[in-house]
């Protein structure tokens, strides 16, 4: 499957928005797909997950203020970023999975396939 995030941008803080990860190929429903995201001169995070059957994970740090969400017949996950603060400014990538489901959804190298990212800034 190849993945590409889109609706990134400059948002002030307390402002949202909405990101998109189109997915090409078959079988997306099988999916789970999570969103990570790269501040500049940290180490890539683990934001949120959905599962294939739509359950969803988050991160601490936006629980509460991000959604994400899936349409299969669109093939596409959003994340919905509400109450946005300086500190969420990063590139945001997803990433999927079609193996099993286990724990460590929260890990990197839990995914198999990976979008380029898209660049969200926060402005205080």
């Known amino acids: 499957v190849q993945l590409q995030a889109s609706g990134g941008g400059l948002v002030q803080a307390g402002g949202s928005q909405g990101l998109s990860c189109a997915a090409s190929?078959?079988?997306?429903?099988?999916?789970?797909v999570g969103w990570f995201r790269q501040a500049l001169g940290k180490e890539r995070e683990f934001v949120a997950v959905?599962?294939?059957?739509?359950?969803?994970f988050y991160a601490n740090a936006v629980k509460d203020r991000f959604t994400i969400s899936r349409d299969n017949a669109k093939t596409t996950v959003y994340l919905q970023m509400n109450s946005l603060k300086p500190d969420d400014a990063a590139v945001y990538y997803c990433?999927?999975?079609?193996?099993?489901?286990?724990?460590?959804?929260?890990?990197?190298?839990?995914?198999?396939?990976w979008g380029r990212g898209t660049l969200v800034t926060v402005s205080s």
């Open positions: 990433a999927a999975r079609n193996r099993a489901w286990n724990g460590n959804w929260y890990q990197s190298d839990f995914y198999d396939y």
């Open positions: 190929g078959r079988s997306f429903s099988t999916y789970a």
């Open positions: 959905i599962s294939r059957s739509g359950n969803t």
